[in-house]
């Protein structure tokens, strides 16, 4: 079967099956947790409840208040290097979104057009699409979205949000789609696997997502091009580490985070004034040495969200020791046990 036949046959596949997403809450409350499958399969630590019960990572997120889930995807994901398994692919994630259905939660899919991290700093384009020109990458991109998306609604979950892209202030799928180099083509892959979703999933958010939510101007950049070129979209999805200084080596906790946040919140209403288009932050992190602080930051977000401002979302609280990263949001309980500190719990406060 040739490419279009493929995509014909994966759309026609697609709009046969049920929909099934749900309305999105008046303010999502959720987090990543896209590693929990990578976890439970190294079984090295045990998730508990407040009384030292064990749970699961999808209960765990219920009882701190959440009723959402974010998973990231990647085409054609290297084996991890600790276990050998090629994690973060469409089977992985459509597993966790199955999971996170059956919790009661809703999902959000962030696809990343990369075969490994996409972020500012690398948006590196898959290795299976190193030699496409810009048709041809417009239609890898069609086809990897359609893929994932069927396999989401062969399994019986539609996802409510979707990202089209990983942090991209400059752009994604580097070099052809440079935003700052070409911005043309970026609109062009942009507006190609933003129609993809809408083809399959006509209910789903679709979401732009850029970094650095206090920098208004880094946003606009984007937001600008994409007006250019009249490319549609639903919201604006944010990444905000406002307790971080990422400018020191090695970086350092800012307690100045006040200042971040509120420049986030003040951009909410600046987005929807200029673009009419509402926001979330679909990341946020606190050191997980600082429980205090996550509890302050995540009271303060919510608390202080503004009109037009549709979720929160931590990344990634559900990491262990031994993988490195420091901003999740457990802690030990006893020996290899670990429960939801009080950054996590903050969720079940405020808007509902």
Same mark, same amino acid.
């Not at 977000?301 to 037009?308: D, L, Q, R, T, V």
């Given at each position: 079967?040739?490419?279009?036949?493929?995509?014909?046959?994966?759309?026609?596949?697609?709009?046969?099956?049920?929909?099934?997403?749900?309305?999105?809450?008046?303010?999502?409350?959720?987090?990543?947790?896209?590693?929990?499958?990578?976890?439970?399969?190294?079984?090295?630590?045990?998730?508990?409840?407040?009384?030292?019960?064990?749970?699961?990572?999808?209960?765990?997120?219920?009882?701190?208040?959440?009723?959402?889930?974010?998973?990231?995807?990647?085409?054609?994901?290297?084996?991890?290097?600790?276990?050998?398994?090629?994690?973060?692919?469409?089977?992985?994630?459509?597993?966790?979104?199955?999971?996170?259905?059956?919790?009661?939660?809703?999902?959000?899919?962030?696809?990343?057009?990369?075969?490994?991290?996409?972020?500012?700093?690398?948006?590196?384009?898959?290795?299976?699409?190193?030699?496409?020109?810009?048709?041809?990458?417009?239609?890898?991109?069609?086809?990897?979205?359609?893929?994932?998306?069927?396999?989401?609604?062969?399994?019986?979950?539609?996802?409510?949000?979707?990202?089209?892209?990983?942090?991209?202030?400059?752009?994604?799928?580097?070099?052809?789609? @440079?935003?700052? $180099?070409?911005?043309?083509?970026? =609109?062009?892959?942009?507006? &190609? *696997?933003?129609?993809?979703?809408?083809? #399959?999933?006509?209910?789903?958010?679709?979401?732009?997502?850029?970094?650095?939510?206090?920098?208004?101007?880094?946003?606009?950049?984007?937001?600008?091009?994409?007006?250019?070129?009249?490319?549609?979209?639903?919201?604006?999805?944010?990444?905000?580490?406002?307790?971080?200084?990422?400018?020191?080596?090695?970086?350092?906790?800012?307690?100045?985070?006040?200042?971040?946040?509120?420049?986030?919140?003040?951009?909410?209403?600046?987005?929807?004034?200029?673009?009419?288009?509402?926001?979330?932050?679909?990341?946020?992190?606190?050191?997980?040495?600082?429980?205090?602080?996550?509890? @302050?930051?995540? $009271?303060?977000?919510?608390?202080? =969200?503004?009109?037009?401002? &549709? *979720?929160?979302?931590?990344?990634?609280? #559900?990491?262990?020791?031994?993988?490195?990263?420091?901003?999740?949001?457990?802690?030990?309980?006893?020996?290899?046990?670990?429960?939801?500190?009080?950054?996590?719990?903050?969720?079940?406060?405020?808007?509902?």
């Amino acid at each position: 079967m040739n490419r279009k036949h493929l995509l014909a046959a994966l759309l026609m596949a697609a709009t046969a099956m049920p929909a099934t997403a749900q309305k999105a809450p008046a303010f999502a409350k959720g987090a990543d947790i896209s590693w929990i499958t990578q976890i439970e399969h190294n079984a090295k630590y045990q998730l508990v409840d407040d009384e030292g019960k064990p749970t699961d990572g999808f209960q765990m997120m219920k009882d701190c208040g959440m009723n959402m889930v974010r998973l990231r995807v990647w085409v054609n994901p290297r084996p991890d290097r600790r276990d050998g398994i090629a994690w973060c692919d469409t089977r992985d994630m459509v597993s966790k979104a199955v999971r996170a259905k059956r919790a009661g939660m809703q999902v959000m899919l962030d696809f990343h057009y990369s075969n490994w991290w996409a972020d500012p700093s690398k948006q590196h384009v898959p290795e299976e699409w190193k030699q496409c020109n810009i048709e041809q990458l417009c239609d890898s991109v069609e086809m990897h979205t359609k893929q994932v998306l069927v396999a989401m609604m062969e399994a019986g979950v539609e996802p409510t949000w979707i990202q089209v892209g990983n942090e991209t202030p400059t752009g994604f799928m580097k070099p052809l789609g @440079d935003a700052t $180099e070409h911005p043309e083509n970026f =609109a062009r892959l942009f507006r &190609r *696997g933003e129609q993809t979703c809408k083809r #399959i999933c006509p209910n789903a958010i679709t979401m732009v997502h850029i970094d650095n939510g206090f920098l208004l101007e880094r946003t606009e950049f984007i937001l600008d091009i994409l007006k250019k070129y009249d490319v549609h979209y639903d919201m604006l999805g944010w990444s905000l580490y406002p307790a971080m200084n990422w400018l020191a080596t090695p970086p350092v906790v800012d307690l100045n985070w006040r200042v971040k946040a509120d420049q986030c919140i003040a951009n909410v209403a600046e987005i929807y004034r200029k673009y009419g288009k509402e926001s979330m932050i679909v990341e946020i992190g606190i050191p997980d040495d600082h429980e205090q602080l996550c509890k @302050d930051v995540i $009271e303060y977000m919510i608390g202080n =969200a503004p009109e037009h401002m &549709r *979720g929160l979302v931590y990344w990634e609280p #559900i990491t262990t020791p031994d993988f490195g990263y420091k901003m999740g949001a457990l802690k030990q309980y006893k020996d290899n046990q670990y429960m939801a500190n009080d950054g996590f719990k903050a969720f079940k406060g405020g808007k509902k």
